[in-house]
Each structure stands twice: as C-alpha cells, then as structure tokens.
T-cell receptor, first 113, second 114 residues
Framework: NAGVTQTPKFQVLKTGQSMTLQCAQD?????MYWYRQDPGMGLRLIYY???????DKGEVPNGYNVSRLNKREFSLRLESAAPSQTSVYFC????????????FGPGTRLLVL | GDSVTQMEGPVTLSEEAFLTINCTYT??????LFWYVQYPGEGLQLLLK?????DKGSNKGFEATYRKETTSFHLEKGSVQVSDSAVYFC?????????????FGSGTQLTVLP
C-alpha cells in the first residue's frame, strides 16, 4: 500500500517550458488536491477534484491546469512555466469531499530558471 | 474568509522540555481542526485532529483541545524528543463555509537539541 505517490521528485525548467506533475493514490479516495508550499506561507490550494470527472479551482489556480484521469490519478500541468512557480508541490487525497483528513504525497520540488 | 494563525517560529527546545505551539482560527461555519507534521524532505502527515468543540485530539504524546470560546487549538507535548524536530502546521476544514479544502497556518519549525 503505497498511499500517495508523486513523480518526479525534482525538476528544473526554463521559463516558458511546460511540464506535467503526476500524482496517484491507491486508497480508493474520492477527492484529490494539489497544493504548493512556499516559505512562510504554509500550503495553498491550487486545484482540487471532489470526485472523478470534476475539478475546481482553489486559492491560486492561475498558470496551472489539472486533469482527473481516473479515480486514482490527478495530474497538474504548467503550460508555460514562470520563476514565480518555483515551489514544492504536494498532492493529497481524502476519502470525502469535505476536506477532512488528507493524506499527502512526498512532494515535487520545482525550480524554474 | 477562513484563516489560521500560528505561533511564529523557529522554536528551539532542549530534550524533555515542554512544548506549546499556539494556533488560533477564524471560520464562518463549524470547522474541524487539525495538526499536521512535516519531517525534513517528506510530505505532511496527520498528527491529530478534533471535529467539535471541547474535543481533545492526541497522538504520540501530543495533545490539542478544540476551544470554541477562544477559537484556539494549541498543540502541547510534555516532554519533547530530538525525533520531534519538524515543521508543524495547524489547519482547519470548514464544513459550513467553503468546504472541500484545508486552510493551513504558515507552519512552525521546531528544533529539539539533545
């Protein structure tokens, strides 16, 4: 039982490049989330998916897109990376859609030059 | 909107010292409250939670009591260990307001010295 997995662990991009961060969970959870973590700011929600087939914007969605591929997988795409998107990205999942107990992946550290 | 305010860090303690990390919140509805812990290089892990007023969450010697009258959820541990060194996040989930997400505090870095 791996829980929540994320790939890659670390990535360096040049400004304007695109990339997709992958997330998968094996706990049969309905809801999945993408957060970014910046120093002194805690975690901020980018997008979430309350159930398969639905996605909604969080607090900081600009510059990102998401796809809920199936119940297990939720990807985050940066179409044209900017230095302001340098951050650590965490995926999480939860059994219900009310943002209760969430289970986090190990994170992806992204550096945009 | 919902918000969580945490005690500023970093906090440095000697082993076996008493720990308190303050957390207060603002919410429009009836929040559940959480403490998450992040060890170096890892994702966040749930430490404890409380879902209604006067509930006490506890785990691994850590405790926090949901105080509605003071809108607080302070984290305490009677005797910290070096292995407790981590970043601690207070968070809330508001069922009555904009549900479906956790609102996090900014985190408190704890270092425990032997």
């Amino acid at each position: 039982n791996a829980g929540v997995t994320q790939t890659p662990k670390f990535q360096v991009l040049k400004t304007g490049q695109s990339m997709t961060l992958q997330c998968a969970q094996d706990m049969n959870h309905n809801s999945m989330y993408w957060y970014r973590q910046d120093p002194g700011m805690g975690l901020r929600l980018i997008y979430y998916s309350a159930s398969e087939g639905t996605t909604d914007k969080g607090e900081v969605p600009n510059g990102y897109n998401v796809s809920r591929l199936n119940k297990r997988e939720f990807s985050l795409r940066l179409e044209s990376a900017a230095p302001s998107q340098t951050s650590v990205y965490f995926c999480a999942s939860s059994e219900d859609s009310w943002g209760g107990t969430q289970y986090f992946g190990p994170g992806t550290r992204l550096l945009v030059l | 909107g919902d918000s969580v305010t945490q005690m500023e860090g970093p906090v440095t303690l000697s082993e076996e010292a008493f720990l308190t990390i303050n957390c207060t919140y603002t919410a429009t509805g009836y929040p559940s409250l959480f403490w998450y812990v992040q060890y170096p290089g890892e994702g966040l892990q749930l430490l404890l939670k409380a879902t209604k007023a006067d509930d006490k969450g506890s785990n691994k010697g850590f405790e926090a009591t949901y105080r509605k009258e003071t809108t607080s959820f302070h984290l305490e541990k009677g005797s910290v260990q070096v292995s407790d060194s981590a970043v601690y996040f207070c968070a809330l989930s508001d069922r009555g307001g904009s549900a479906r997400q956790l609102t996090f505090g900014s985190g408190t870095q704890l270092t425990v010295l032997p």
